[in-house]
């Protein structure tokens, strides 16, 4: 009975997001049917569609593991530790000075490469 119970939410969770889609595809055709009415209007009305169909797939098992992952995700960015502001600019500093000191490595190693590849073939 109980796979019977999950089969019916499934099919209802299916028809809820069908729903969900179904409308924002109706609002995105009007949004571009009724083209000659103000831009305010038609994205205030696509938005509210948006709206509509958000709160619709929240309502299915998936959307509310997908509310889930989104709050747990949010407590998870407030345990971090961010660096303090001159932390950061030295960092930053750090990555410059490497990245100008490797472009100048690889620079001096091509003038090379081309010097001894134009002595090899006597053009040099």
């Known amino acids: 009975m109980n796979s019977e119970i999950e089969a019916g939410s499934q099919k209802l969770d299916t028809f809820k ?68 502001r001159q932390e950061t600019i030295q960092t930053t500093l750090i990555v410059i000075v490497m990245v100008i000191l490797v472009a100048i490595i690889l620079w001096l190693l091509d003038m090379f490469l081309g010097w001894s590849i134009g002595l090899i073939m006597g053009r040099g």
Do not use: H, M, N
Not at 33 to 51: A, N, P
Not at 57 to 75: H, M, N, P, S
């Open 17 to 84: 997001l069908g729903l969900a889609l179904l409308i924002i595809v109706a609002g995105l055709v009007c949004f571009y049917l009724f083209d000659d009415y103000s831009l305010l209007f038609r994205v205030i009305g696509l938005l509210v569609g948006v709206g509509i169909s958000v709160a619709i797939a929240l309502q299915t098992v998936k959307g509310k593991e997908i509310w889930g992952y989104f709050r747990d995700a949010q407590i998870e960015v407030r345990k971090v530790v961010w660096p303090t």
